[in-house]
């Protein structure tokens, strides 16, 4: 069929097949697009998935590393009486705001991990003299 003759759509069909079904091969791999009319190879779609940590750019904070945050706190000013007023959450949020990651405010899981290390080293503080024991 000559094209240059405008054929109708049902005549021609599909010109090019651009995402036909292949059956998987055991142990080879299988071929994910055909686009051999623009001369390019195969995409490796699976390749270019990421992690769901990628997708939405939040780190995961490490165990270590939120305790030398929970400490950092536990020194910082926002422990002292001028902020005895505000609640804890309020007080780790000032914190992060100043002196970050501020990443740990919009992970949810990772504040709460954080605000566990916190509750955690308030004892260890008050022994050590990091904090001021409350009776004096």
Not at 14 to 34: G, S
Not at 94 to 113: C, K, M, Q, V, W
Not at 119 to 133: E, F, K, V, W, Y
């Amino acid at each position: 069929m000559n094209v240059g003759q405008n054929p109708d759509s049902f005549e021609v069909g599909d010109a090019v097949e651009q995402f036909p079904f292949h059956e998987p091969l055991a142990h080879v791999d299988m071929a994910l697009q055909d686009l051999a009319i623009g001369r390019r190879g195969e995409i490796d779609i699976e390749g270019l998935a990421v992690s769901p940590a990628e997708l939405f750019h939040l780190p995961l904070a490490h165990t270590d590393e939120l305790e030398v945050i929970a400490w950092r706190f536990l020194r910082s000013e926002f422990t002292e009486p001028i902020y005895s007023d505000w609640p804890i959450d309020r007080r780790i949020d000032a914190f992060l705001l100043h002196y970050g990651p501020i990443e740990l405010r919009t992970d949810g899981s990772a504040y709460g991990a954080l605000l566990e290390h916190i509750m955690a080293n308030i004892g260890p503080a008050l022994r050590n003299g990091t904090l001021p024991s409350p009776n004096n």
